[in-house]
């Protein structure tokens, strides 16, 4: 079966901390994808990154890290000099089996990021 | 630029009562999903609809149908609501049901059953 674990429930910082969000994940699948969302305090989802089960780089795109793991089976999300705009809900997700997208999302990570 | 629609955006109903939620997307995806988000939980696929014409279920279909209009509808259907389906609904599109693609979201339908 398909799991997404983000052990982290809610995490506070402060403005300009840098923070590492969670995500481990379970599949026997060969093939797969991992997904990061964001959903501010208006309510909306959006997406942030996509990564397959075949490019282990780890990326970075402005303040905004990631790195991927086979070996543990991670996929965690870093936050660098973090901003009162970056308070939010996170969400890790992913899909594999078939070809239906259809995603298997972690329990999401509140990240507060105080002034 | 309006993407993923969903209506209404808010509801009150009581025990028993039918509901109908609506998703429309204006992007031409082939694939559209309904999801419900809980507390703790993230959010959990309650049905999904690879293409026009096919709908199957998710993880958590109990109490729920579903309707593939045409290419761009996709409306979820409440029976007889029960307090257990106070939740958030989110309804997303893809491009095609293929694993790399992402999905765009609606701004979602915040339920309440009393």
């Known amino acids: 079966a398909q799991k997404v674990t983000q052990a982290q429930t809610e995490i506070s910082v402060v403005e300009k901390e840098d923070v590492t969000l969670d995500c481990v994940y379970e599949t026997r699948d060969t093939t797969y994808y991992l997904f990061w969302y964001k959903q501010p305090p208006s309510g909306e989802l959006v997406f942030l990154i996509r990564?397959?089960?075949?490019?282990?780089q780890n990326e970075i795109s402005g303040r905004y890290s990631w790195n991927f793991q086979k070996s543990t089976s991670s996929f965690n999300f870093t936050i660098t000099a973090s901003q009162v705009v970056d308070s939010a809900v996170y969400f890790c997700?992913?899909?594999?089996?078939?070809?239906?997208?259809?995603?298997?999302f972690g329990q999401g990570t509140t990240l507060q990021v105080k002034p | 630029n309006a993407g993923v629609t969903q209506t209404p955006k808010f509801q009150v109903l009581k025990t028993g009562q039918s509901m109908t939620l609506q998703c429309a997307q204006d992007m031409n995806h082939n694939s559209m999903y309904w999801y419900r988000q809980d507390p703790g939980m993230g959010l959990r696929l309650i049905y999904y609809?690879?293409?026009?014409?096919?709908?199957d279920k998710g993880e958590v279909p109990n109490g729920y149908n579903v309707s593939r209009l045409n290419k761009r509808e996709f409306s979820l259907r409440l029976e007889s609501a029960a307090p257990s389906q106070t939740s958030v609904y989110f309804c997303?599109?893809?491009?095609?049901?293929?694993?790399?693609?992402?999905?765009?979201f609606g701004d979602g339908t915040r339920l309440s059953i009393l």
């Open positions: 990564r397959n089960s075949f490019d282990e």
């Open positions: 609809s690879a293409s026009e014409g096919t709908t």
């Open positions: 997303a599109s893809s491009e095609i049901g293929s694993s790399n693609q992402p999905q765009h």
């Open positions: 997700a992913l899909t594999g089996s078939g070809n239906t997208g259809k995603l298997i």
